[in-house]
């Protein structure tokens, strides 16, 4: 890979987009600027009228575009009003990606194909729903959740009637993505009650989602799921940990009138950290360029 940043992050972009066209992917744009608020500090706002948001992730309204065709991706900007720091920028390049009636296996192997070419380290997975059995001897493919919330809590020291996705976010950080220190790492198999609600229970099991994450050296680089077919289970999820905003129930309609298939998967790619994950540099401003505007 070249060293010069602006070069590196062409070349990806260039691999990515050759990649998911010889797929059958085709390319569109969707608005930046969105009427939806998803709440205090959740997006930027912007001035033009009626007040509208800057996005602050490309889906779910990508994902109406499956009307229209199969397999669709876009890369632009998000934006995210939280300070700026080596691994956030205020504003940052995505690429995300639907696919209609494929699984999760389709998915997982296609994000492995978009990215390990680029990567250092060759990706392994990690089941989180194993390790989980393995430390607290609960096993989320045969039982619910129980009091796997408030045990967890306790083993990490938080408050053990935090809600479970901010204490779950927390066991992984701590837990599984040290796994990746000098690796890239596929953690697979999430549990029930996490920060990706819509995500499809895994068929046959209880509380396990299909759901990953690519950590590469500490640092998320991509995440996937197999979307919830389930219209009354994606509703109540999403509700439950506050996530159902005005762009998901319009999604969740056109699957309702069928003009949108059911049956999806979706993957997000973080451009810059793609780039400090092939290249070591764990500073996202290396790779926003013209900083000075």
């Keep these: 890979m070249p060293d010069d940043p602006i070069t590196l992050k062409s070349e ?12 059958g992917f085709v390319e569109l744009t969707t608005p930046v600027a969105r009427r939806a608020d998803l709440g205090p500090g959740r997006r930027a706002p912007v001035d033009l009228d009626g007040g509208r948001y800057l996005r602050a992730m490309i889906g779910p309204a990508l994902r109406m575009n499956l009307e229209f065709h199969p397999r669709i991706f876009e890369i632009g900007p998000c934006f995210r009003p939280e300070t700026p720091d080596a691994l956030h920028g205020s504003e940052f390049t995505m690429l995300d990606l ?11 192997e296609l994000a492995e194909q978009l990215v390990a070419a680029h990567l250092p380290y060759r990706p392994v997975r990690v089941s989180v729903t194993d390790y989980i059995r393995d430390v607290f001897g609960i096993d989320l493919r045969h039982e619910p959740t129980g009091d796997l919330p408030r045990r967890m809590a306790a083993r990490l020291g ?9 204490t779950l976010g927390t066991f992984v950080e701590r837990e599984l993505e040290t796994q990746s220190a000098g690796a890239a790492v ?3 198999d999430y549990p029930l009650g996490g920060d990706e609600p819509c995500a499809r229970l895994t068929p046959g099991t209880v509380a396990q989602l299909n759901r990953f994450e690519l ?10 799921y197999e979307d919830e077919p389930d219209g009354t289970a994606f509703t109540q999820r999403a509700k439950e940990v506050d996530l159902y905003d005005d762009e998901q129930r319009l999604a969740r309609e056109a699957v309702d009138a069928g003009r949108v298939p059911a049956a999806s998967v979706g993957l997000g790619i973080g451009i810059e950290r793609l780039c400090m994950a092939v290249s070591g540099v764990k500073d996202i401003r290396r790779f926003q360029h013209s900083p000075m505007f």
């Design 12 to 23: 990806l972009l260039f691999g990515l987009r050759d990649t998911l066209r010889a797929e």
């Design 98 to 108: 639907y696919a209609a009636n494929e699984d999760f296996s389709f998915l997982l």
């Design 158 to 166: 938080l408050d053990v009637d935090a809600p479970f996705k901010d």
């Design 186 to 188: 596929f953690l697979v």
């Design 215 to 224: 950590i590469v050296d500490g640092i998320e680089v991509v995440h996937g």
